[in-house]
């Protein structure tokens, strides 16, 4: 009984060490400059160098914190694949007889997780005998999932015979080659813009995938308070240990820079807010779907975008999961490192900023189900069936209705495209899309 409690506090006092380093660091932060962005804390608690949640744990499987649709199932990646070989012949990479004409297939993916939509990606393309003359190129923050993500792709492509080398890594970029593919991974998106860009905007017409990667960017809150817009920054409660909301002293720089509540709220709507009231804007998210909307503007291709979110802004939508399960609202600032922190994606502001870009257009939303429907996941799911044992059935049949009933990840979760003007008509983002791909 007695090693069982000693060894019990020892593990509690682990967990403590463990919780109390990052935490410790955010708190020194505080002291030393007043209270931080929320913007900051979320860098911190995400993406700080040793402690950050995604720089040291795998967070996607049963075991993690929670499960994506990459993880769900491979129809899916499937799905997607078709989707990209279908897009590069539609603006022309690939011909009528899905052979290759003289430009690369790029695909640039961010936040690729464990590498698994990736893979199955090349896997697709290997079928289609396309796996020669593929540029793959990767931005992912967190040295930890790029070592995952360079496994599992490596791992794929070893199974076709191809044997792609480490070239080098120079903090901003690492490089594998082979003669047919080059994949290269970026830290940071402006490191593949400058990569990518240096020597005038000639790259090949890009293919760009987010799968669950916008939620996972920080966001500001605002809150009407005593009659203006100020900010909920994150602050010491009085026993300086704490970490708590507090709010700005009045409209700081930011409720001026990001919100903008003059331009922001139309007079109808200004006439309705009310004391109390949040929004939550995410600055970055806008900046990379200007930007990516630029790109496509200039080199040609699109961008598909998948996400949980809606098209409107949100004022209560942060979520902190830990073990798969909700975690309560007031420990989201006292738990940094230990849980995943996502806010709901506000498609509305992505599409306006893309919007900005001349000779780009973005089709309406589809719903994940609708898009998977359209793009023949259930023709999928019957001829993986046909060939599969009662026990393989039942498990793909519960994979298709996690993706597509509205209920569970259906509606919920959104595809958005980004393309060209001239490239109207992008299967299956047109409007009453009733035809079946397969
Ligand atoms: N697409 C994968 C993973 C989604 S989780 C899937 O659906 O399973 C978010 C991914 O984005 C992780 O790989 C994480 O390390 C990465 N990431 C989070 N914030 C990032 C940032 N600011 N810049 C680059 N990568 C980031």
């Not at 695909?107 to 590498?115: A, D, K, Q, S, T």
């Not at 990736?118 to 999932?145: G, H, K, P, T, W």
């Not at 240096?198 to 009659?227: M, Q, W």
Request: hydrophobic share 40%; aromatic share 12%; net charge neutral.
């Amino acid at each position: 009984m007695k090693l069982i409690k000693q060894f019990c506090s020892f593990v509690g006092k682990e967990i403590d060490i463990k919780q109390a380093s990052l935490i410790n660091i955010i708190r020194s932060e505080i002291v030393e400059k007043g209270a931080i962005s929320f913007p900051r804390f979320w860098h911190q608690a995400l993406l700080h160098e040793k402690f950050g949640y995604y720089m040291k744990q795998d967070v996607f499987n049963k075991d993690g914190d929670f499960v994506t649709s990459v993880e769900i199932s491979q129809m899916f990646n499937e799905l997607i694949g078709i989707w990209l070989l279908n897009t590069f012949q539609h603006i022309g990479v690939l011909d009528s007889n899905f052979r290759p004409t003289q430009q690369k297939m790029h695909i640039l993916e961010f936040g690729p997780g464990l590498g698994t939509l990736s893979s199955n990606i090349l896997r697709v393309f290997a079928q289609f005998n396309l796996l020669e003359n593929i540029q793959y190129s990767y931005v992912e923050y967190s040295d930890y999932m790029r070592k995952k993500q360079q496994e599992a792709v490596l791992k794929q492509l070893q199974k076709n015979n191809i044997y792609p080398k480490f070239e080098y890594n120079d903090q901003k970029v690492e490089k594998f080659e082979s003669e047919e593919i080059k994949l290269k991974w970026f830290k940071m998106y402006e490191h593949f813009l400058y990569e990518e860009t240096r020597e005038g905007l000639n790259c090949d017409p890009v293919l760009i995938i987010a799968h669950e990667f916008f939620d996972a960017l920080p966001i500001n809150i605002f809150e009407f308070s005593g009659g203006h817009w100020c900010e909920r920054l994150v602050g010491l409660d009085k026993d300086g240990k704490t970490l708590k909301f507090i709010l700005s002293n009045g409209p700081n720089q930011n409720v001026q820079k990001i919100l903008n509540p003059d331009k922001y709220f139309s007079p109808e709507i200004k006439k309705l807010i009310k004391e109390g009231d949040t929004i939550e804007i995410s600055p970055q998210s806008g900046v990379i779907a200007n930007s990516l909307a630029e790109l496509i503007a200039k080199v040609g291709g699109a961008a598909l975008i998948i996400d949980y979110g809606e098209k409107r802004a949100f004022s209560d939508s942060v979520r902190a999961i830990q073990r798969h399960k909700l975690m309560d609202k007031n420990d989201i600032l006292n738990k940094p490192g230990d849980c995943d922190l996502s806010a709901y994606v506000n498609f509305m502001a992505l599409e306006q900023a893309a919007l900005k870009v001349d000779g780009i257009k973005v089709p309406e939303l589809m719903t994940q189900g609708n898009w998977l429907e359209q793009m023949g996941i259930s023709a999928r799911l019957q001829i993986l069936c046909k060939n599969a044992n009662k026990a393989t059935e039942k498990r793909l049949q519960s994979e298709y209705e996690r993706l597509v009933h509205s209920n569970q990840m259906g509606s919920n979760f959104k595809f958005m495209c980004i393309h060209k003007t001239k490239n109207n008509n992008l299967f299956p983002f047109i409007q009453d899309a009733q035809q079946i791909y397969y």
